[in-house]
């Protein structure tokens, strides 16, 4: 069964993302689970989660982004007041960070991130050489 489209495709949040998250080498969009799913071999970012709360109740995240960080990094984002751990991502390590009031910046460091540590190693090397290629222009 077909999973309903959780977004606006003229959503300005999810354009904003979609620039940054296809910005990587070999990136590319798919709708997974009725979000946008950015992935080159694996799925690196989703934009929009939910999250469960202990009661039982489900709260919408529509402009969060779902990263796989490392552990360490991940335990101390979840100290912020703007994560959440996602339904059913959560229990293997992914977080939900609501985007509205991050920098294009912080994005594109916890994008880079998560790139990082799901791209094959040939195209990991290739996203760590490109801030060093746009800071020399």
Not at 47 to 53: D, M, Q, R, S, Y
Not at 63 to 82: G, I, Q, S, T
């Amino acid at each position: 069964m077909a999973h309903a489209q959780m977004f606006d495709d003229d959503d300005p949040v999810l354009a904003r993302f979609r620039t940054l998250a296809l910005g990587y080498p070999a990136a590319q969009e798919k709708v997974s689970h009725g979000r946008p799913a950015f992935f080159t071999k694996k799925v690196f970012a989703y934009f929009g989660g939910t999250e469960k709360h202990v009661t039982g109740q489900l709260e919408q995240h529509p402009h969060a982004v779902l990263l796989l960080l490392d552990p360490l990094d991940a335990e101390v984002m979840l100290e912020r007041n703007d994560t959440f751990v996602p339904m059913y991502l959560g229990p293997t390590g992914w977080i939900g960070i609501d985007i509205d009031d991050l920098s294009d910046e912080e994005l594109r460091e916890l994008l880079t991130d998560s790139y990082r540590n799901t791209a094959p190693t040939r195209l990991a090397r290739l996203a760590e050489a490109e801030p060093e290629a746009d800071s020399q222009s």
